[in-house]
């Protein structure tokens, strides 16, 4: 056995196929990095839910102010790669990051303290989210059931998080959040969609919410719904592909809902395993009746 070769072997795959992530090259943010960042956020967001620590009014303060140094100092390192990834010049690109550096540096840790600025406002909305949830589920006995048990409220409130980084220009984190998320809930959604108050994913596992997705305030949705698009072509990845839905929209399980032309009206209501792929007027019950007789019902 020899495994000074089995080592060269495997150097030499890096070189021929690329795939490592090395310090001195174009180098990508670390995954368990930005992981450890998005947990310290979500204890932001919900102290005391989230991890075995003892908290009270004497040490909430303490723990906070060290929850946001770690994050700034961690954060403002990964956003850095991210632009330096993004903006490097592959011809040269160690001259690049010289002239580059400092200034990926400060945009990196101004761009970390931004988020942390935003995190009241994040703990609003996810606060409504919450309730949404509490609201909108029978089975839900409080708020705090929702907050430490409901997926639909995890992957919302890590979009939540990915999104404000996403809406400032930061590459690659905010995808690392979200299907870290994905990973963990089976609902998938992408952090460049607009998602307004009070949204509520009721079981959700195989939910899927894409990139151009528009979403107004106090939707529902229930497990198995796809947002998705008409078509997947690379040449559409900066057009809208996916629908809008209105206020006040309830989408059942398992429907499918396609194309960036495609508006669900406010306060309609869309049935299970139903497929969409026009817009429905406001008020509309869409269900699987309606569709198969081809119109929709008000």
């Not at 003892?54 to 770690?70: A, C, I, M, N, S």
């Not at 935003?118 to 996810?126: F, S």
């Not at 929702?146 to 990915?162: K, N």
Request: glycine share 8%.
């Amino acid at each position: 056995m020899d495994i000074d070769k089995m080592v060269s072997d495997i150097l030499s795959s890096y070189e021929e196929y690329g795939g490592a992530n090395l310090m001195g090259r174009n180098i990508f943010p670390n995954r368990e990095n930005v992981i450890s960042v998005l947990h310290d956020l979500q204890s932001l967001i919900f102290p005391g839910y989230r991890t075995a620590e003892f908290l009270d009014k004497q040490t909430l303060r303490y723990v906070t102010g060290e929850r946001v140094h770690r994050i700034i100092h961690t954060l403002t390192h990964e956003i850095q790669k991210s632009f330096l990834y993004v903006k490097c010049d592959d011809s040269n690109p160690i001259k690049f990051r010289d002239v580059q550096m400092s200034h990926c540096f400060s945009l990196a840790e101004k761009t970390a303290a931004s988020l942390i600025c935003d995190v009241p406002e994040l703990r609003r909305m996810i606060r409504l989210d919450a309730q949404a949830a509490f609201e909108g589920d029978p089975a839900a006995k409080s708020t705090e059931e929702v907050i430490v048990s409901y997926p639909g409220l995890e992957a919302i409130s890590v979009y939540r998080i990915a999104h404000n980084l996403h809406v400032k220009g930061v590459p690659v984190i905010p995808r690392i959040m979200s299907e870290h998320a994905h990973g963990k809930t089976g609902i998938d959604i992408h952090p460049g969609a607009t998602i307004g108050e009070s949204f509520f994913i009721d079981h959700g596992t195989g939910v899927v919410i894409g990139e151009t997705c528009v979403i107004g305030n106090r939707v529902k949705i229930y497990q198995g719904v796809t947002l998705g698009a008409l078509s997947v072509k690379k040449e559409l990845q900066d057009k809208k592909r996916h629908p809008t839905i209105e206020d006040d929209v309830t989408i059942y399980a398992d429907a499918t809902i396609l194309g960036g032309k495609t508006v669900i009206g406010k306060g309609s209501t869309v049935g299970g395993n139903t497929w969409i792929t026009h817009s429905i007027e406001p008020g509309t019950l869409f269900t699987q009746t309606c569709r198969e007789q081809g119109a929709t019902a008000k």
